[in-house]
């Protein structure tokens, strides 16, 4: 009898396990291509609605009996003012090489952070702005913020923010400098010997300082939102997987 062989075994069981596994290739790829599609609706969702808190007019600093309740995914970069005291304490600086929501920000530099003292007598820490290419200068940063120790009540406007923790490659604070490299504010607190204060501070938008040192001034969102792109690749990728399967297999058969 003449006519095509027959398919082997042996044959049949090699095309079936490169099928599962191009299967698994394909339904990962398709699956992370999914996810930056969801990611890229709620990226959208999150810069509108940074977009609408930092545009909205500022609104009293929350009460202290609110303050357990905020919460960063639904209180972050609120815009807020207030009545406060800056505390003659130690202040500390944050090193920074620019600034993701300052469009005046470049370069390297320190932001200062010093305690103040709202009418209720509860302490909140204020980010009074960025001191250009301080780098390591206890010096130079405390020549900036001698100045804004008066002593006096003052109006302050500024964007409610939550406190960072140190990431694993995060270089470690030096305290006698008073120097941090991240925006641990609970850490500044406990080292400088703040007392209790909020669970969040405030970006500093206003008054600028007569010195304009060190510098305040307004956020804008520059969230990146590459995750189109992202799912693009992931289901081409899918698509090649896919692609090459069926190539393979045409070519087995016609061997």
């Known amino acids: 009898m003449t006519g095509q062989p027959a398919v082997q075994p042996q044959h049949a069981r090699g095309i079936f396990g490169l099928a599962v596994i191009a299967l698994v290739m ?7 291509g999914l996810w930056q599609l969801r990611r890229k609706d709620e990226k959208h969702a999150l810069i509108a609605a940074l977009t609408e808190r930092l545009a909205a007019a500022p609104v009293a600093l929350p009460a202290a009996a609110q303050w357990p309740a905020l919460t960063p995914a639904h209180d972050e970069f609120r815009r807020v003012k207030f009545t406060a005291t800056l505390e003659n304490k130690p202040d500390a600086m944050v090193y920074s090489s620019g600034s993701a929501v300052r469009d005046d920000v470049t370069g390297p530099g320190t ?36 100045p804004l120790i008066t002593g006096t009540p003052a109006e302050f406007t500024g964007y409610l923010r939550f406190p960072e923790a140190a990431g694993t490659l995060t270089p470690h604070e030096d305290s006698s400098k008073r120097l941090w490299f991240t925006r641990d504010v609970p850490s500044m607190a406990q080292a400088l010997g703040w007392g209790e204060i909020a669970p969040f501070y405030i970006d500093l938008e206003s008054p600028q300082p007569l010195s304009g040192i060190p510098k305040p001034g307004p956020l804008h969102v520059r ?33």
């Open 26 to 32: 394909v339904s990962v790829l398709v699956s992370l």
């Open 223 to 255: 969230l990146k939102d590459d995750h189109l792109q992202y799912a693009i690749t992931w289901f081409g990728l899918a698509l090649v997987v896919a692609g090459a399967f069926v190539a393979w297999v045409i070519q087995r058969r016609r061997a």
């Open 111 to 146: 932001w200062t952070f010093v305690p103040a003292r709202l009418a209720d007598g509860r302490s909140v820490v204020i980010n009074a702005g960025f001191v250009q290419n301080t780098m390591q200068d206890r010096a130079q940063q405390d020549r900036a913020v001698r």
